[in-house]
Nanobody
Framework: QGQLVEFGGGLVQPGGSLRLSCEIS????????IGWFRQAPGKEREPVTC????????YYLDSVKDRFTITRDNAKRLVYLQMNNMKPDDTGVYFC?????????????????????WGQGSQVTVSS
């Protein structure tokens, strides 16, 4: 089944940076893609970025390209989301998720409906 726990949310000013961490246990990091998703108030959970298991192939939502970076540390069993030049629209609850499904590309796989294991969520607020 596995367990995911997020760390690192908080309040940041526009233009600032924040790093989220997702600690993963009970899952193979080679066989599971890990993703970061966010949910703003009144909106559906949306994929922000995903990284393929056992690979560095990654997908990014267009609005976060060149600002956000997903990385994985297999030894520490952590997946990070580095967020730079943050904007108020980045505000939401950020969840990390895991899936063993594979739809042929990381972009196709990075969809909420394919992820079954979730962390508890971490609030990120971008505001001055």
């Amino acid at each position: 089944q596995g367990q995911l726990v997020e760390f690192g949310g908080g309040l940041v000013q526009p233009g600032g940076s924040l790093r989220l961490s997702c600690e993963i246990s009970g899952l193979s990091l080679d066989l599971n893609s890990i993703g970061w998703f966010r949910q703003a108030p009144g909106k559906e959970r949306e994929p922000v970025t995903c990284i393929r298991g056992g690979s560095t192939d990654a997908y990014y939502l267009d609005s976060v390209k060149d600002r956000f970076t997903i990385t994985r540390d297999n030894a520490k069993r952590l997946v990070y989301l580095q967020m730079n030049n943050m904007k108020p629209d980045d505000t939401g609850v950020y969840f990390c998720g895991a899936t063993s499904a594979w739809l042929g590309t990381i972009e196709a796989t990075c969809a909420t409906r394919y992820f079954r294991t979730w962390g508890q969520g971490s609030q990120v607020t971008v505001s001055s």
